[in-house]
Nanobody
Framework: VQLVESGGGLVQAGGSLRLSCAAS????????MGWFRQGPGKEREFVSA????????YYADSVKGRFTISRDNAKNTVYLQMNSLKPEDTGLYYC????????????????WGQGTQVTVSS
């Protein structure tokens, strides 16, 4: 599975962005998907995850109520809608695919994209 993120950019605090992650391969619908981010000088951290069917989602407390994860298995794409952005949301955002269940654990993801940069100015 190859993953390619897009949709990052520079936005003012309070603004919105929608990230997309396009996956190659015919087995996309069998993978749970997640989004992680890495801010300047910080460890990579979990943001959100979605089950293979899209029926279950999970969010980090820091983004709950502001971000929404979704997927379209017919388009092999997962999305992250980010609203009410804050400067602390700045970072490189990665999508990842896990063969097993939906998880927030970094090491359980099998495939990673290259990331898309999100910068939120104050």
């Amino acid at each position: 599975v190859q993953l390619v993120e897009s949709g990052g950019g520079l936005v003012q605090a309070g603004g919105s962005l929608r990230l997309s992650c396009a996956a190659s391969g015919r087995t996309f619908s069998s993978y749970a998907m997640g989004w992680f981010r890495q801010g300047p000088g910080k460890e990579r951290e979990f943001v959100s995850a979605i089950s293979w069917s899209g029926g279950t989602t999970y969010y980090a407390d820091s983004v709950k109520g502001r971000f929404t994860i979704s997927r379209d298995n017919a388009k092999n794409t997962v999305y992250l809608q980010m609203n009410s952005l804050k400067p602390e949301d700045t970072g490189l955002y990665y999508c990842a695919a896990a063969k097993g269940s939906m998880t927030s654990v970094y090491s359980r993801y099998d495939y990673w994209g290259q990331g898309t940069q999100v910068t939120v100015s104050s």
